[in-house]
């Protein structure tokens, strides 16, 4: 029961999205769409790709068509990603009782299981699925479940749920294959023949369907230069580290100090030493992603994307941090609003408190999981956490300006005095404070954002979405055929107008696994568009004229073009909202 109110906190707090302004989700509804009417997308460049490429290999794709006779895709995918999360958080806590042997520390992991997991580290591997996505939901569930198996001991098991994963999502279920592959080289010993070929036989038949839809998309995807240029304009955020922020390098270094700290202060030696082997086998794939991205390109080791292995070492950092936060939290009333501090920071709820300030609180984390290994420590352990609480207060007090609300300050600290009681109160009742306090925390957090960011048929919060009403739009004063033309970085027109269009970033970002026509198509037409250099797509699209834009028009047959504010064409204006306009381009048909 616990579990089913911790989902949904997981899904109320997090929310749920299926049109995202910087993520790939409506690119995927697309591509179902055209599956259950080929009519629709007829002249988008990206779904000839897909199909020709055969680039939806997971089962997810070839079942859907059933499921999407008797229910709405919209509704089907809300429902089934509350589902999967439920799963997921069951599999976590799972994960973190057999590793840690506590309850409670297994509850902490799974309120750490949030959206923010993405901004902690690096290679974007979308660790947190609250939306629609190529068969993940089903993969990360699967792989944390297997990880369960492979901890205790049941490898054949473990290999089992993996080989049921291939199905879903090959490329991420390799990665852990590797980290399994990388524990076996190293504990050989433990592992009798019979047992081996047993694990391989246990991964390779539930995997047979996904081998064989994988042969079919062998050889396909592109090379050369202007592909490889390609994946560093759109997809070098998961490819390319050369092109992450030294912002992104110090959150991630912030976080992976914090969970190597409570790592190295877990007392179970065997342990340790088997999670660090997983830990280590990430690190190996993220160097060979970086050596053969970065610096030796090699377009297989480039499609892999290796750096999005690291969900798997943000599975077991979530359930280390844990453990440390519990463990030094119950020493003293501060130390458990230090706790609490790092918890709620990680989460990412309190959006207008910066990542950067896991700074300000990690020393004394590591003070306090460390220090006391020190034969004859004495020190009173509540000072160095204490100055960390205050001057974390004190950076917040700052920026109570920028914050959405006073609601959320008061209702913070009425959160963090109910903590501090915690530690005083017998044990039977120590999870009252804790229950009291998420309740209070939750109920701040939405009041203050509105309620819960909940993305369903174009609405959020009540609200009709101006990008979403403009498709709408489109779609009522539109063919099937007709082909729009919308600016680069305006990404998913067609998750609700259902029509095509010249091409945006998220359809770009596909071309890691498209071939080389589809990348020679795209950069021609996004060059059409004014985006000439990797950071300048709002820039080039805003500078086009009236006779730039109607040549573009002409060229590819496209009848409607979209703009954003204050961007404006002089063409006949046939709908507009707060946000967006909508044009109807006069062009003659192409010879």
Aim: aromatic share 16%; proline share 5%; charged share 10%.
């Amino acid at each position: 029961m616990l579990l089913l109110l911790i989902t949904a906190h997981s899904f109320l707090m997090n929310g749920y999205y299926s049109s995202h302004r910087y993520l790939t989700v409506a690119t995927y509804f697309s591509s179902i769409r055209n599956q259950l009417d080929p009519e629709l997308f007829k002249n988008s460049i990206y779904i000839q790709a897909v199909n020709r490429n055969n680039l939806r290999i997971g089962l997810f794709y070839d079942a859907l068509p059933f499921i999407l006779q008797y229910i709405d895709l919209e509704t089907f995918a809300l429902i089934h990603t509350a589902a999967a999360l439920f799963f997921m958080l069951a599999g976590i806590y799972a994960l973190a009782l057999a590793l840690t042997r506590s309850r409670p520390v297994a509850f902490i992991a799974t309120l750490l299981y949030t959206t923010q997991l993405n901004n902690w580290t690096l290679g974007s591997p979308a660790p947190y699925l609250n939306f629609f996505h190529h068969g993940l939901p089903y993969t990360y569930a699967l792989i944390v479940w297997s990880m369960f198996f492979f901890f205790r001991a049941r490898y054949a098991t473990a290999l089992l749920l993996t080989g049921i994963s291939y199905n879903f999502h090959p490329m991420c279920t390799l990665f852990l294959l590797c980290a399994y592959a990388f524990y076996w080289l190293l504990n050989h010993r433990l592992f009798s023949l019979k047992l081996t070929l047993l694990c391989i036989l246990a991964f390779m038949v539930p995997a047979v369907p996904g081998f064989i839809k994988t042969l079919g998309h062998i050889g396909a995807g592109g090379h050369g230069e202007l592909w490889l240029e390609g994946v560093r304009w759109v997809a070098g955020y998961t490819c390319n580290p050369s092109t992450w922020s030294i912002k992104q390098f110090i959150h991630a270094g912030l976080f992976l100090l914090l969970s190597g700290a409570s790592l190295f202060a877990f007392p179970n030696k065997s342990v340790r030493r088997n999670v660090m082997i997983f830990w280590g086998a990430v690190a190996v794939m993220c160097l060979a992603g970086t050596v053969f991205a970065d610096n030796y390109p090699i377009p297989f080791i480039i499609k892999l994307s290796l750096w999005r292995s690291t969900f798997i070492y943000l599975y077991l950092a979530i359930i280390f941090i844990a453990w440390g936060c519990f463990y030094f939290g119950r020493r003293s009333p501060i130390h458990a609003l230090l706790a609490f501090c790092i918890c709620t920071l990680l989460t990412g709820y309190l959006a207008y408190i910066p990542q950067i300030y896991l700074a300000l609180l990690l020393p004394a984390a590591a003070y306090a999981l460390l220090a006391d290994r020190r034969s004859g420590y004495q020190w009173p352990h509540a000072v160095v956490p204490g100055t960390a609480v205050a001057l974390l207060y004190l950076a917040v007090i700052t920026r109570i300006p920028e914050s959405p609300g006073f609601l959320m300050i008061m209702a913070t600290a009425l959160l963090a005095i109910i903590i501090s009681f915690s530690t005083i109160l017998p044990k039977r009742l120590t999870p009252l404070p804790w229950i009291c306090a998420l309740i209070v925390f939750n109920a701040s957090v939405l009041t203050s954002q509105g309620g819960p960011n909940i993305y369903y048929h174009g609405r959020l919060q009540g609200r009709m979405d101006p990008w979403a009403e403009i498709q709408f739009a489109a779609r009522e004063l539109s063919h099937k055929d007709d082909l729009f033309i919308v600016p680069p970085l305006c990404n998913d027109f067609y998750h609700y107008s259902q029509r095509a269009v010249l091409g945006d970033w998220a359809e770009g970002s596909t071309l890691l696994y498209l071939d080389n026509q589809f990348t020679a198509e795209w950069f021609e037409r996004m060059r059409d568009l004014g985006w000439t250099q990797s950071h300048n797509a709002r820039e080039g699209f805003n500078s086009l004229t009236t006779e730039a834009i109607m040549n573009v028009g002409q060229k590819y047959n496209a009848r409607f073009i979209v703009t954003e504010k204050p961007k404006e064409f002089s063409l006949p204006k046939i709908h507009e909202n707060s946000r967006f306009i909508l044009y109807s381009l006069s062009v003659n048909e192409n010879p």
